[in-house]
């Protein structure tokens, strides 16, 4: 793409936010597992796709439920990537984002703001979890809440493990879930 080019999208993105025709803003985002795909509306980050996951089908996913209105525009996401960035150099342990829960609804919504609330370096169970959400049975759900999180890393999913102490499932691989909280314990 030519300087021009980059210049004319730079002005279009810009029109877009000014007349309210941005939607959902993404970009993507380097991280030691590959590439991450960021996505935020006005209200804070919605999505965060992990690198085994389909960019366009995320972004159909993103038009098909928000809105049509999606826009790469990766001025809009500078924060995410640099706290993204700092989390992965060991430097943040926690992040200072807006989040925009509309994915979430009902159980799922108290289960993912319950995994927001899982300090960094620790764990919690699925069983931990389904009573922070309110209704100590729900375990299995409590699983769906963190398989399906739409914003995996930003809100830790791979910080619930299983009662035996299993790791469990991760939907980055359960090697990247091991590589996180190896991390976060400073290995």
């Not at 994915?103 to 960094?120: K, N, T, V």
């Not at 764990?123 to 009573?131: K, P």
């Not at 922070?132 to 890393?153: F, K, W």
């Not at 980055?172 to 314990?185: I, P, Q, S, Y």
Request: hydrophobic share 40%.
């Amino acid at each position: 793409m030519t300087p021009t080019m980059d210049k004319s999208l730079e002005r279009l993105r810009e029109r877009a936010a000014a007349e309210g025709l941005l939607d959902v803003a993404y970009a993507t985002a380097d991280s030691p597992f590959g590439t991450l795909l960021l996505a935020r509306t006005p209200q804070g980050l919605v999505r965060l796709a992990l690198p085994n996951e389909d960019v366009d089908a995320t972004l159909a996913d993103l038009a098909g439920r928000i809105s049509p209105r999606v826009l790469e525009a990766p001025g809009r996401l500078e924060e995410e990537r640099r706290e993204l960035d700092a989390y992965f150099a060991g430097r943040r342990r926690s992040f200072d984002l807006p989040i925009d829960w509309q994915l979430s609804h009902g159980f799922l919504l108290r289960a993912r703001q319950g995994i927001a609330a899982i300090p960094y370096g620790e764990t919690r169970t699925y069983a931990d979890l389904a009573r922070t959400a309110g209704n100590e049975r729900a375990v299995r759900a409590a699983g769906s809440a963190c398989s399906r999180n739409p914003i995996p890393l930003v809100v830790p999913c791979h910080r619930v493990i299983r009662s035996d102490g299993a790791l469990g499932l991760y939907a980055g691989g359960v090697e990247m879930k091991e590589r996180l909280l190896e991390l976060e314990r400073g290995a």
